[in-house]
Protein backbone atom coordinates (compact mmCIF):
# COMPACT_ATOMS: atom_id res chain seq x y z
CA UNK A 1 0.00 0.00 0.00
CA UNK A 2 2.55 1.96 0.92
CA UNK A 3 4.07 2.45 -2.32
CA UNK A 4 0.85 2.47 -4.46
CA UNK A 5 -0.16 5.95 -2.32
CA UNK A 6 1.95 8.65 -3.31
CA UNK A 7 -0.70 11.71 -3.13
CA UNK A 8 -2.99 12.63 -0.26
CA UNK A 9 -5.73 15.25 0.05
CA UNK A 10 -6.02 16.26 3.86
CA UNK A 11 -9.52 18.46 5.03
CA UNK A 12 -10.82 19.76 7.64
CA UNK A 13 -14.94 19.77 7.68
CA UNK A 14 -18.08 20.51 10.27
CA UNK A 15 -17.35 22.58 13.31
CA UNK A 16 -13.81 23.78 14.17
CA UNK A 17 -11.76 22.74 17.15
CA UNK A 18 -8.54 24.28 18.82
CA UNK A 19 -5.51 21.62 17.55
CA UNK A 20 -7.63 20.99 13.90
CA UNK A 21 -3.89 22.99 12.75
CA UNK A 22 -1.50 20.76 14.45
CA UNK A 23 -3.27 17.87 13.15
CA UNK A 24 -3.14 19.12 9.50
CA UNK A 25 0.95 19.69 10.04
CA UNK A 26 1.50 16.01 11.73
CA UNK A 27 -0.26 14.42 8.02
CA UNK A 28 1.55 17.12 5.65
CA UNK A 29 5.19 16.78 7.50
CA UNK A 30 4.71 13.51 7.63
CA UNK A 31 3.74 12.67 4.82
CA UNK A 32 6.65 14.61 3.06
CA UNK A 33 8.79 12.39 5.97
CA UNK A 34 7.62 9.02 3.62
CA UNK A 35 8.14 10.66 0.60
CA UNK A 36 4.57 11.20 -0.83
CA UNK A 37 2.80 14.35 -1.75
CA UNK A 38 0.48 16.02 0.34
CA UNK A 39 -2.45 18.70 -0.85
CA UNK A 40 -5.09 20.95 1.25
CA UNK A 41 -8.70 20.51 0.16
CA UNK A 42 -10.09 23.99 0.95
CA UNK A 43 -13.66 24.41 3.09
CA UNK A 44 -13.97 20.48 3.15
CA UNK A 45 -16.31 18.60 0.75
CA UNK A 46 -17.68 22.09 -0.93
CA UNK A 47 -14.08 22.30 -1.75
CA UNK A 48 -13.36 19.18 -2.82
CA UNK A 49 -16.21 19.35 -5.46
CA UNK A 50 -14.76 22.60 -6.63
CA UNK A 51 -11.65 21.08 -7.04
CA UNK A 52 -9.86 23.32 -4.67
CA UNK A 53 -6.87 22.09 -3.98
CA UNK A 54 -3.62 23.46 -2.83
CA UNK A 55 -0.08 21.81 -2.31
CA UNK A 56 1.37 22.16 0.63
CA UNK A 57 5.25 21.80 2.23
CA UNK A 58 6.55 21.24 5.06
CA UNK A 59 7.44 25.12 5.76
CA UNK A 60 3.63 26.43 4.30
CA UNK A 61 2.56 24.53 7.71
CA UNK A 62 4.94 25.68 9.69
CA UNK A 63 3.75 28.16 12.71
CA UNK A 64 0.32 27.03 12.96
CA UNK A 65 0.60 24.34 15.80
CA UNK A 66 -0.83 27.15 17.96
CA UNK A 67 -3.03 28.81 16.60
CA UNK A 68 -6.96 27.88 17.01
CA UNK A 69 -9.33 27.37 13.62
CA UNK A 70 -8.48 25.51 10.47
CA UNK A 71 -6.25 27.11 8.01
CA UNK A 72 -8.22 24.82 5.40
CA UNK A 73 -11.02 26.49 6.33
CA UNK A 74 -14.25 24.05 6.81
CA UNK A 75 -17.91 23.87 5.40
CA UNK A 76 -20.94 21.57 5.63
CA UNK A 77 -21.95 20.51 1.61
CA UNK A 78 -25.42 19.62 0.90
CA UNK A 79 -24.31 18.39 -2.35
CA UNK A 80 -21.92 16.07 -1.32
CA UNK A 81 -24.33 13.77 0.55
CA UNK A 82 -25.80 13.02 -3.24
CA UNK A 83 -24.38 10.04 -5.49
CA UNK A 84 -23.78 13.15 -7.86
CA UNK A 85 -22.00 15.00 -5.97
CA UNK A 86 -19.77 12.44 -4.51
CA UNK A 87 -19.52 11.51 -8.07
CA UNK A 88 -17.76 15.09 -8.79
CA UNK A 89 -15.68 15.40 -5.98
CA UNK A 90 -14.13 11.81 -6.81
CA UNK A 91 -13.60 12.93 -10.38
CA UNK A 92 -11.71 16.02 -9.02
CA UNK A 93 -9.65 13.91 -6.91
CA UNK A 94 -8.50 11.74 -10.02
CA UNK A 95 -8.22 15.15 -12.11
CA UNK A 96 -5.34 16.11 -9.09
CA UNK A 97 -3.93 12.51 -9.12
CA UNK A 98 -5.14 12.48 -5.26
CA UNK A 99 -5.14 8.84 -4.27
CA UNK A 100 -5.78 8.81 -0.39
CA UNK A 101 -7.80 10.72 2.01
CA UNK A 102 -7.66 12.11 5.45
CA UNK A 103 -10.38 13.90 7.20
CA UNK A 104 -10.31 15.54 10.38
CA UNK A 105 -13.73 16.47 11.58
CA UNK A 106 -16.70 14.98 13.67
CA UNK A 107 -19.74 12.11 12.68
CA UNK A 108 -20.45 13.89 9.49
CA UNK A 109 -17.37 13.90 7.98
CA UNK A 110 -16.78 10.44 8.99
CA UNK A 111 -19.94 9.66 7.25
CA UNK A 112 -18.95 11.31 3.91
CA UNK A 113 -15.98 9.61 3.72
CA UNK A 114 -17.40 6.40 4.25
CA UNK A 115 -20.17 6.60 1.51
CA UNK A 116 -17.07 7.75 -0.99
CA UNK A 117 -15.11 4.97 0.36
CA UNK A 118 -17.69 2.41 -0.51
CA UNK A 119 -18.30 4.06 -4.31
CA UNK A 120 -14.99 4.28 -5.09
CA UNK A 121 -12.55 2.54 -2.66
CA UNK A 122 -10.39 5.39 -2.41
CA UNK A 123 -8.10 4.59 0.74
CA UNK A 124 -9.34 6.91 3.87
CA UNK A 125 -8.76 7.56 7.42
CA UNK A 126 -10.91 9.70 9.67
CA UNK A 127 -9.10 11.96 12.68
CA UNK A 128 -11.60 12.78 15.10
CA UNK A 129 -11.60 16.44 15.77
CA UNK A 130 -14.65 18.04 17.37
CA UNK A 131 -14.68 19.91 20.89
CA UNK A 132 -17.80 17.82 21.81
CA UNK A 133 -15.30 14.43 22.86
CA UNK A 134 -19.00 12.35 21.25
CA UNK A 135 -17.20 9.94 19.11
CA UNK A 136 -17.04 6.59 20.16
CA UNK A 137 -13.58 4.17 19.49
CA UNK A 138 -11.33 7.48 21.14
CA UNK A 139 -10.43 8.51 24.60
CA UNK A 140 -10.26 12.04 23.60
CA UNK A 141 -10.76 13.92 20.63
CA UNK A 142 -9.19 17.22 19.30
CA UNK A 143 -10.40 20.58 20.91
CA UNK A 144 -12.17 18.80 23.72
CA UNK A 145 -9.48 19.49 26.53
CA UNK A 146 -8.80 23.38 25.25
CA UNK A 147 -12.60 23.89 24.79
CA UNK A 148 -13.46 22.50 28.26
CA UNK A 149 -10.17 24.56 29.55
CA UNK A 150 -12.04 27.74 28.56
CA UNK A 151 -15.15 26.63 29.73
CA UNK A 152 -13.29 26.12 33.47
CA UNK A 153 -11.81 29.78 32.49
CA UNK A 154 -14.88 31.69 32.39
CA UNK A 155 -16.73 29.68 35.11
CA UNK A 156 -13.84 30.33 37.41
CA UNK A 157 -14.68 34.32 36.41
CA UNK A 158 -18.42 33.90 37.13
CA UNK A 159 -17.67 32.35 40.49
CA UNK A 160 -16.01 35.72 41.74
CA UNK A 161 -19.34 38.05 40.51
CA UNK A 162 -21.36 35.03 41.69
CA UNK A 163 -19.97 35.31 45.62
CA UNK A 164 -19.80 38.88 45.15
CA UNK A 165 -23.25 39.34 45.22
CA UNK A 166 -24.73 36.31 46.39
CA UNK A 167 -26.25 35.08 43.05
CA UNK A 168 -27.49 31.69 41.36
CA UNK A 169 -25.61 31.51 38.02
CA UNK A 170 -26.94 29.00 35.38
CA UNK A 171 -24.00 28.60 32.54
CA UNK A 172 -24.57 26.94 29.17
CA UNK A 173 -21.87 25.23 27.60
CA UNK A 174 -21.49 23.56 24.19
CA UNK A 175 -21.36 19.94 23.56
CA UNK A 176 -24.33 18.88 20.90
CA UNK A 177 -26.21 15.67 22.38
CA UNK A 178 -22.88 14.77 24.84
CA UNK A 179 -22.30 16.10 28.09
CA UNK A 180 -18.78 16.12 27.95
CA UNK A 181 -17.65 19.54 28.09
CA UNK A 182 -20.02 20.07 30.88
CA UNK A 183 -19.71 17.29 33.72
CA UNK A 184 -15.78 17.88 33.12
CA UNK A 185 -15.74 21.79 33.76
CA UNK A 186 -18.44 21.59 36.03
CA UNK A 187 -16.75 19.51 38.55
CA UNK A 188 -13.37 21.62 37.69
CA UNK A 189 -15.52 24.51 38.46
CA UNK A 190 -16.92 23.29 40.99
CA UNK A 191 -20.34 23.57 40.23
CA UNK A 192 -23.60 23.25 42.70
CA UNK A 193 -25.31 20.85 40.07
CA UNK A 194 -24.79 19.80 36.45
CA UNK A 195 -26.91 18.85 33.87
CA UNK A 196 -26.22 16.72 30.93
CA UNK A 197 -28.09 14.59 28.27
CA UNK A 198 -26.93 11.40 29.28
CA UNK A 199 -28.15 11.67 33.03
CA UNK A 200 -32.11 10.94 33.70
CA UNK A 201 -32.08 14.41 36.42
CA UNK A 202 -35.10 16.07 36.56
CA UNK A 203 -36.03 19.77 36.81
CA UNK A 204 -37.80 18.52 40.38
CA UNK A 205 -34.40 16.99 41.65
CA UNK A 206 -32.14 20.35 40.55
CA UNK A 207 -34.87 22.67 42.34
CA UNK A 208 -34.42 20.24 45.51
CA UNK A 209 -30.83 20.31 45.82
CA UNK A 210 -30.70 24.23 45.23
CA UNK A 211 -33.19 24.98 47.40
CA UNK A 212 -31.30 22.94 50.08
CA UNK A 213 -28.75 25.94 50.38
CA UNK A 214 -30.91 27.66 51.67
CA UNK A 215 -30.77 25.44 55.06
CA UNK A 216 -27.06 26.12 55.39
CA UNK A 217 -28.03 29.77 54.06
CA UNK A 218 -25.90 29.00 50.90
CA UNK A 219 -26.99 31.87 48.25
CA UNK A 220 -24.17 32.16 45.50
CA UNK A 221 -23.88 29.07 43.48
CA UNK A 222 -23.15 27.79 39.86
CA UNK A 223 -25.42 25.53 37.79
CA UNK A 224 -23.73 23.77 34.36
CA UNK A 225 -25.76 22.50 31.85
CA UNK A 226 -24.89 21.24 28.60
CA UNK A 227 -26.62 22.43 25.35
CA UNK A 228 -28.12 19.59 24.62
CA UNK A 229 -29.86 19.14 28.32
CA UNK A 230 -33.52 17.25 28.14
CA UNK A 231 -34.68 19.55 30.74
CA UNK A 232 -34.13 22.54 28.89
CA UNK A 233 -31.18 25.05 28.32
CA UNK A 234 -29.89 27.46 30.64
CA UNK A 235 -33.09 30.32 30.54
CA UNK A 236 -35.59 27.72 30.60
CA UNK A 237 -34.32 26.21 33.75
CA UNK A 238 -33.47 29.72 35.33
CA UNK A 239 -37.10 30.70 34.58
CA UNK A 240 -38.38 27.71 35.58
CA UNK A 241 -36.55 28.17 39.09
CA UNK A 242 -37.74 32.36 39.19
CA UNK A 243 -41.12 31.26 39.07
CA UNK A 244 -41.20 28.61 42.22
CA UNK A 245 -38.83 31.00 44.68
CA UNK A 246 -37.57 34.28 44.91
CA UNK A 247 -34.45 33.40 47.34
CA UNK A 248 -32.00 33.27 44.76
CA UNK A 249 -30.96 36.36 42.72
CA UNK A 250 -30.84 34.33 39.10
CA UNK A 251 -28.36 35.25 36.03
CA UNK A 252 -27.54 33.19 33.18
CA UNK A 253 -24.22 33.06 30.46
CA UNK A 254 -24.46 30.82 27.73
CA UNK A 255 -20.51 30.35 26.58
CA UNK A 256 -21.05 29.38 23.03
CA UNK A 257 -18.66 29.63 20.35
CA UNK A 258 -16.12 31.21 22.77
CA UNK A 259 -15.68 27.76 23.38
CA UNK A 260 -14.28 26.86 19.85
CA UNK A 261 -11.54 29.80 19.53
CA UNK A 262 -8.16 30.20 21.14
CA UNK A 263 -4.83 28.33 21.34
CA UNK A 264 -4.88 24.57 21.43
CA UNK A 265 -3.80 23.37 24.69
CA UNK A 266 -0.43 21.53 25.00
CA UNK A 267 -2.79 18.64 25.27
CA UNK A 268 -4.56 19.06 22.04
CA UNK A 269 -1.57 19.86 20.15
CA UNK A 270 -0.08 16.75 21.20
CA UNK A 271 -3.13 14.18 20.53
CA UNK A 272 -3.19 16.08 16.97
CA UNK A 273 0.59 15.46 16.39
CA UNK A 274 -0.08 11.54 16.91
CA UNK A 275 -3.44 11.10 14.72
CA UNK A 276 -1.78 12.97 12.18
CA UNK A 277 1.21 10.54 12.43
CA UNK A 278 -0.95 7.99 12.80
CA UNK A 279 -3.32 8.52 9.75
CA UNK A 280 -0.47 8.87 7.26
CA UNK A 281 1.22 5.81 8.63
CA UNK A 282 -1.33 3.89 8.77
CA UNK A 283 -2.68 4.45 4.79
CA UNK A 284 0.81 3.30 4.51
CA UNK A 285 0.29 -0.08 5.97
CA UNK A 286 -3.27 -0.47 4.58
CA UNK A 287 -5.74 0.83 7.28
CA UNK A 288 -8.61 2.44 5.48
CA UNK A 289 -11.92 2.93 6.07
CA UNK A 290 -12.06 3.80 9.67
CA UNK A 291 -11.08 6.15 12.57
CA UNK A 292 -7.97 6.65 13.87
CA UNK A 293 -8.12 7.21 17.73
CA UNK A 294 -6.39 6.68 21.52
CA UNK A 295 -7.58 5.02 23.51
CA UNK A 296 -5.66 3.99 27.08
CA UNK A 297 -3.02 5.86 25.89
CA UNK A 298 -2.19 3.84 22.67
CA UNK A 299 -3.20 4.14 19.39
CA UNK A 300 -6.24 2.17 17.87
CA UNK A 301 -7.45 1.98 14.37
CA UNK A 302 -11.73 2.08 14.15
CA UNK A 303 -13.82 0.68 11.50
CA UNK A 304 -16.30 3.15 10.33
CA UNK A 305 -19.03 0.73 11.22
CA UNK A 306 -18.26 0.60 14.69
CA UNK A 307 -17.98 4.46 15.56
CA UNK A 308 -20.18 6.01 13.63
CA UNK A 309 -23.79 7.29 14.84
CA UNK A 310 -22.52 5.73 18.54
CA UNK A 311 -22.41 7.58 21.41
CA UNK A 312 -18.64 7.63 23.55
CA UNK A 313 -20.48 6.80 27.31
CA UNK A 314 -19.65 8.56 28.99
CA UNK A 315 -18.56 7.10 33.21
CA UNK A 316 -21.83 8.29 35.14
CA UNK A 317 -20.17 7.92 38.27
CA UNK A 318 -18.30 11.25 37.96
CA UNK A 319 -21.83 12.56 38.36
CA UNK A 320 -21.92 10.59 41.70
CA UNK A 321 -18.75 12.29 42.31
CA UNK A 322 -19.94 16.13 41.05
CA UNK A 323 -22.84 15.36 43.68
CA UNK A 324 -20.26 14.85 46.55
CA UNK A 325 -18.30 17.68 45.93
CA UNK A 326 -21.32 20.44 45.66
CA UNK A 327 -22.81 19.98 49.08
Do not use: W
Amino acid sequence: MSSTIQRIGVFTSGGDAPGMNAAIRAVVRTGIFHKKEVFGITRGYEGMIEGDFVKLGARSVGNILQRGGTILKTARSDEFKTAEGRKQAYDQLRKEGIDALIAIGGDGTFTGLHKLYLEYQLPSLCIPGTIDNDIAGTDYTIGFDTATNTAVEAIDKIRDTALSHNRLFFIEVMGRNSGYIALYSGIAGGAGAIIIPESETSFDKVYELLTAGEITNKRSNLVVIAEGSKIGGANEIARKVAERTDYFDIKVTILGHLQRGGTPTYFDRVLASKLGVAAVEGLMNGKTDAMVGVRDNKIVYNLFDSVMNRPHEIDMDMLRIAKILSI
